[in-house]
C-alpha cells in the first residue's frame, strides 16, 4: 500500500459520541499499514440526533467501505441497516456495518467474539466459569452471547434496569435451552468472572459498576472501557487481589475480524 492516503484509499468512518476517547482509530490504521491495506479509519462524533442523516449521507460514498460503531449507536445503527448477520440480528445491536456497492448497508456484531478472543489470548479461559455481566446494553449484549457460546457455566447479568437484564436473560435461555442466565443485582460475590460491560469508568466521577467490597481475591475482572488504561474498576480488583483484563485487548482482538469484514481480506 502506499504510506500516503490517495484516490483509492478506502474510508472507514468510527460513528461515536462523544469520539475524544477512542483508542481503535489507532489500532486499525496501525493494523492496515501492517498488512499493506489502502485503507484509513477516521473518527465521526456524532449526536444521536443526527445519526440517521449522517448514515444515509454515507450511503452515497463509494469511497467508504463501512462503519465502526461504539457508544451509543449501535442499537440504532443496527435498525438502519438493510441487513444483519444472524449474531447481530439476534442480539439487534450492531457495531460494524459494510457498505454495499449499491449504497445499502450490512451489519454485523464482533465485540463478544473479539472481547473471548482478547481473553483466550491473554490465557484467560472462560469454558466452565460462572460469570457476572454488568450491563445489557450494546456491547453487554454482544458479550453475553459471546460468552454463553463460548461455555461458561452460567450468566448473571446486573443492570441498573432490572428489566432489561431479564429480557436479556430471557433472550440467551431461548437460544442456549437448559443453560443458566438470570437477572441479579451487581454484587461480585460467587463468581469467577466479572465483566464490565457498559461505559461506567470512562468519565472522572463515574460510579463504579459494582461493589467493590463483594470483589473476592482471585477473581478475573474484565473491562470493556480502554481510556483509562487502567480504569477504576480494575485498580480496585488489582488492590482486593484480583486478577484483571484490560478493555484494550478487546479490540486489539477484534481489529483483524472488523477489518477482514470491512474490505474483505482475511480473518473476516
Not at 86 to 97: E, M, S, W
Not at 224 to 250: F, N, S, W, Y
Request: aromatic share 6%.
Amino acid at each position: 500500500m502506499d504510506r500516503f492516503i490517495s484516490g483509492r484509499t478506502r474510508v472507514v468512518v468510527h460513528l461515536a459520541y462523544p469520539s475524544h476517547h477512542l483508542r481503535t482509530p489507532r489500532y486499525f490504521n496501525a493494523f492496515c499499514m501492517e498488512q499493506n491495506l489502502n485503507a484509513v479509519l477516521v473518527p465521526w462524533q456524532v449526536p444521536p440526533e443526527n445519526l440517521k442523516q449522517a448514515f444515509h449521507g454515507l450511503r452515497q460514498v463509494e469511497s467508504l467501505a463501512g462503519v465502526i460503531v461504539t457508544i451509543p449507536h449501535k442499537r440504532s445503527v443496527a435498525a438502519l441497516c438493510d441487513s444483519l448477520s444472524d449474531t447481530a440480528g439476534f442480539l439487534g445491536v450492531a457495531n460494524v456495518a459494510r457498505r454495499m456497492p449499491n449504497g445499502a448497508f450490512h451489519g454485523d456484531m464482533f465485540d463478544g467474539a473479539g472481547f473471548v478472543r482478547g481473553l483466550l489470548r491473554e490465557g484467560h479461559e472462560i469454558r466452565g466459569r460462572r460469570a457476572l455481566l454488568l450491563g445489557a446494553g450494546g456491547a453487554a449484549t454482544g458479550i453475553a452471547e459471546a460468552m454463553a457460546r463460548g461455555g461458561v457455566a452460567s450468566l448473571a447479568i446486573a443492570n441498573r434496569s432490572i428489566i432489561k437484564a431479564e429480557e436479556l436473560a430471557e433472550r440467551l435461555r431461548g437460544a442456549f435451552p437448559g443453560r443458566d442466565f438470570a437477572a441479579v443485582p451487581p454484587d461480585a460475590r460467587g463468581f469467577d468472572l466479572i465483566v464490565n460491560g457498559t461505559s461506567l469508568g470512562m468519565r472522572p466521577g463515574d460510579l463504579l459498576p459494582v461493589d467493590p467490597d463483594t470483589l473476592e481475591p482471585g477473581t478475573l475482572v474484565a473491562d470493556v472501557v480502554m481510556e483509562p488504561d487502567v480504569t477504576p474498576l480494575l485498580q480496585l480488583a488489582t488492590e482486593r487481589g484480583c486478577i484483571v483484563h484490560k478493555g484494550v485487548h478487546m479490540i486489539t482482538s477484534q481489529v483483524e475480524l472488523l477489518a477482514g469484514f470491512l474490505l474483505g481480506e482475511p480473518g473476516a
